[in-house]
């Protein structure tokens, strides 16, 4: 027998909740500065997940001129802490009663613009960029994007123009120095991928750990245009060696699961002989042996803290600056 579904409504909701449809309306347009007490806040979630209820976006972008739905720039390839940030995302917009549309380019300033534009299309109300370090079109980037003011941009580099989270990675490496100090380390290098672009990332860690050392620090830049277990094997193997390493940190975690599992091979003792520290957190790093240590920023904390920026650029349309946000030494069995 076929069964028959009815469209849940504004009135289903508010009459679930026992409050006006308008005000129902209002709180789940705008749930970040709707005036409403948390105990009716807190009916209307239940009642909106109890009857499933979901917004008509048409209805909402002929009504306003925008819909409840957040823009996302992202790059196709990016790497899995912007993936599982972006998860991080998605749950946050739940809890705030939108939804997220995503624009999708690769390593090309044309598409991202493109993407950015097709967003504004479809009503978005705001955007947050993922993905926008390309050392080959930095500078035309900004350019692009200067007169937008619905932009808040995610990590480095820092845009002047707009609104920026940074995730405060060289605090983080910091922390980590002196905790491998403090455990009998003397002799603590950098592995980064070299001979590659300038990617602000790298070039923030590099600097930050050349502060630390000064001219007597120990950066294995490794190739990039080779793969990455040969590259362990011609140049981190004998650099660990020559320079008698007893402490790693490796440019992700995906570098350090590689390099502990040679460097195992080679009778290396991790953590007794040879500390290694990652970044990132991936979570394929719990399962490594031994599990390892990471360098990495709180997704779900920096998913609130987009959102929360975003509603304050649509509300103030004007550039609120650069905030930075602490990471966390997690600290496994590999350090």
């Given at each position: 027998?076929?069964?028959?579904?009815?469209?849940?409504?504004?009135?289903?909701?508010?009459?679930e909740?026992?409050?006006?449809p308008?005000?129902?309306?209002?709180y789940?347009?705008?749930?970040?500065?709707?005036?409403v007490?948390?105990a009716?806040?807190?009916?209307?979630?239940?009642?909106?997940?109890?009857?499933?209820?979901?917004?008509?976006?048409?209805?909402?972008?002929?009504?306003?001129?925008?819909s409840?739905v957040?823009?996302?720039?992202?790059?196709?390839?990016?790497?899995?802490?912007i993936?599982?940030?972006?998860t991080?995302?998605e749950?946050e917009?739940?809890?705030?009663?939108?939804?997220?549309?995503?624009?999708l380019?690769?390593?090309?300033?044309?598409?991202i613009?493109e993407?950015?534009?097709?967003?504004?299309?479809y009503?978005?109300?705001?955007?947050?960029?993922?993905?926008?370090d390309?050392?080959?079109?930095?500078?035309?980037l900004?350019?692009?994007?200067?007169?937008?003011n619905?932009?808040?941009f995610?990590d480095?580099?820092?845009?002047t123009g707009?609104?920026?989270?940074?995730?405060?990675?060289?605090?983080?490496?910091?922390?980590?120095?002196?905790?491998l100090?403090e455990?009998?380390?003397?002799?603590?290098a950098?592995?980064?991928?070299?001979?590659?672009?300038?990617?602000?990332?790298?070039?923030r860690?590099?600097?930050?750990?050349?502060?630390?050392?000064?001219?007597?620090?120990?950066?294995?830049?490794?190739?990039?245009?080779?793969?990455?277990?040969?590259?362990?094997?011609?140049e981190?193997?004998?650099?660990?060696?020559?320079?008698?390493?007893?402490?790693?940190?490796?440019?992700?975690?995906?570098?350090?699961?590689?390099?502990?599992?040679?460097?195992?091979?080679?009778?290396?003792?991790?953590?007794?002989?040879?500390?290694?520290?990652?970044?990132?957190?991936?979570?394929?790093?719990?399962?490594?042996?031994?599990?390892?240590?990471?360098?990495?920023?709180?997704a779900?904390?920096?998913?609130?803290?987009?959102?929360?920026?975003?509603?304050?650029?649509?509300s103030?349309?004007?550039?609120?600056?650069?905030?930075?946000v602490?990471v966390?030494?997690?600290?496994r069995?590999?350090?």
């Amino acid at each position: 027998m076929w069964k028959v579904y009815m469209r849940v409504t504004i009135k289903d909701v508010a009459a679930e909740v026992g409050c006006s449809p308008s005000l129902v309306s209002f709180y789940l347009g705008h749930p970040a500065t709707t005036r409403v007490a948390e105990a009716t806040k807190k009916r209307i979630d239940q009642a909106v997940r109890k009857l499933n209820y979901r917004r008509n976006l048409l209805a909402s972008i002929l009504k306003s001129g925008h819909s409840n739905v957040v823009g996302i720039l992202v790059d196709s390839e990016a790497n899995n802490p912007i993936r599982r940030l972006l998860t991080c995302l998605e749950r946050e917009a739940d809890r705030r009663h939108c939804r997220l549309q995503l624009g999708l380019f690769h390593d090309n300033l044309e598409s991202i613009y493109e993407s950015y534009m097709i967003l504004k299309q479809y009503g978005t109300c705001g955007i947050i960029c993922l993905s926008h370090d390309y050392p080959y079109f930095n500078e035309k980037l900004v350019e692009r994007f200067a007169e937008m003011n619905d932009l808040v941009f995610f990590d480095a580099p820092e845009r002047t123009g707009h609104p920026c989270i940074i995730p405060d990675m060289e605090d983080g490496i910091r922390h980590a120095i002196v905790y491998l100090r403090e455990k009998g380390r003397k002799r603590i290098a950098l592995c980064i991928p070299g001979k590659c672009p300038e990617w602000n990332s790298r070039t923030r860690r590099i600097k930050t750990f050349r502060q630390v050392f000064g001219d007597n620090a120990l950066i294995c830049q490794i190739s990039h245009d080779m793969s990455l277990r040969d590259a362990m094997m011609t140049e981190l193997l004998p650099f660990v060696v020559e320079h008698r390493i007893d402490a790693l940190l490796m440019s992700n975690d995906r570098f350090a699961m590689c390099g502990m599992q040679l460097l195992i091979s080679k009778g290396f003792r991790i953590p007794e002989d040879l500390a290694v520290i990652g970044f990132d957190n991936d979570p394929c790093g719990m399962e490594a042996t031994p599990p390892l240590s990471s360098i990495a920023w709180n997704a779900p904390f920096i998913a609130r803290k987009l959102f929360g920026m975003l509603d304050e650029q649509l509300s103030a349309q004007k550039n609120i600056g650069t905030i930075r946000v602490p990471v966390d030494l997690i600290l496994r069995h590999s350090s």
